[in-house]
């Protein structure tokens, strides 16, 4: 009887975890939704020339869900009630002076030509992304000191506590960068998989 429920319980376990995961993507499904990714290595030559970046590489993922994706807005709740184009983003850093990879995410909302982006990790702040041409993005972290991003680390329940980072130089003043459009690095493969723990 014990080796029943057992089994039971692995199969619920299992089809629950299953079940969830599929639920959790179910945005992606949508026909308007699309995928592209952003990032930049600096060189040597440029970190020397620019002694107070702190930044060494940057990745970003975006998300785009229209106002045409009804299906995404609806699967990903109240945050999508407008009618204004929005972006997901995932950021990854590798800093200069740290040795691990730190992420953020955030939701970013269309207002006339660029995004205002919320970071949700930490209760992070507003930061702006804005195209500057069809292979380049720009981000603008300049106006809010504080962006947090957390380290990538085993497990998504590990006390992060110390192991927060914000996208400043080594004066503690926010940073811009430009980032090229590069659809074809599998990201998973570079930036540590700790960051997809979560």
Same mark, same amino acid.
């Given at each position: 009887m014990k080796k029943n429920l057992y089994v039971i319980f692995l199969l619920l376990t299992f089809s629950n975890n299953a079940f969830s995961e599929k639920i959790d993507q179910a945005w992606k499904n949508d026909k308007f939704v699309y995928?592209?990714?952003? *990032?930049r290595e600096y060189t040597q030559e440029h970190l020397h020339g620019n002694p107070l970046q702190r930044v060494t590489k940057i990745f970003v993922k975006?998300?785009?869900?229209?106002r045409e994706a009804k299906l995404a807005r609806k699967d990903l709740g109240a945050g999508f009630e407008d009618d204004r184009d929005k972006i997901l983003m995932s950021l990854y850093v590798k800093y200069l002076d740290r040795t691990n990879w730190y992420? *953020?995410?955030?939701?970013c909302n269309k207002i006339k030509n660029n995004y205002i982006c919320n970071a949700n990790i930490t209760d992070g702040g507003n930061f702006i992304l804005d195209f500057n041409s069809k292979n380049q993005i720009f981000l603008d972290f300049s106006e809010n000191n504080s962006i947090p991003l957390e380290e990538c680390v085993k497990g998504a329940w590990e006390n992060s506590e110390g192991k927060v980072s914000t996208l400043t130089n080594k004066y503690g003043k926010g940073e811009k960068f430009i980032l090229y459009k590069n659809n074809n690095i599998p990201i998973s493969k570079i930036i540590s998989k700790n960051c997809f723990d979560f």
């Open positions: 995928t592209q990714i952003f *990032q975006l998300d785009f869900i229209p992420q *953020q995410e955030a939701i």
